[in-house]
């Protein structure tokens, strides 16, 4: 009988969510309407002989993930882009760091894009996580409800 009402309760969107609080208990809090925050660049950025293109952009979720799409290119072949991300709060407030999904890299939250032509722009796609920290009354990331912004300090 478990597995049929699975079956039944998985084929609406309102059943789901009931089925998930369930299961995880009754303090879980479905999310699906928390929008993402996104931090676009609205210049170029510029490290030494390479440029990160206006329009780069991170998206950060309330569970703990985060992407970056941007384009890059430097004046010499075989370089980098290096770039940390700081989430930041009201007045400045550092409230940690996004964490590079990135394998082979020894820095954790430093983000690398690899520049080897000169003459080519540079698609570029990372994948990233940040700590939750505690979650506020409306059950969604403290860090998530107080993040305002994000600083990047790039290296090429």
């Not at 390479?50 to 004046?75: E, I, K, L, P, Q």
């Not at 290096?82 to 550092?94: C, F, R, S, V």
């Not at 939750?132 to 403290?142: E, I, T």
């Amino acid at each position: 009988m478990a597995v049929s009402l699975l079956r039944i309760l998985s084929r609406s969107a309102a059943a789901a969510a009931l089925l998930a609080s369930a299961v995880a208990g009754a303090g879980a809090v479905a999310h699906a309407d928390v929008p993402d925050k996104v931090f676009t660049w609205n210049h170029d950025i510029h490290s030494g002989d390479c440029t990160m293109f206006a329009g780069a952009t991170w998206h950060v979720r309330y569970d703990g993930v985060a992407w970056f799409d941007g384009v890059v290119t430097s004046g010499d072949d075989n370089d980098a882009w290096l770039m940390h991300a700081q989430l930041i709060g009201a007045n400045g407030k550092y409230l940690g760091n996004l964490i590079a999904q990135q394998p082979g890299v020894d820095d954790i939250g430093r983000f690398v894009k690899n520049l080897p032509d000169s003459s080519r722009r540079e698609p570029w796609h990372a994948d990233a996580t940040y700590f939750l920290g505690d979650r506020g009354a409306s059950g969604v990331s403290v860090v998530f409800e107080q993040l305002e912004g994000i600083n990047l300090q790039s290296h090429c």
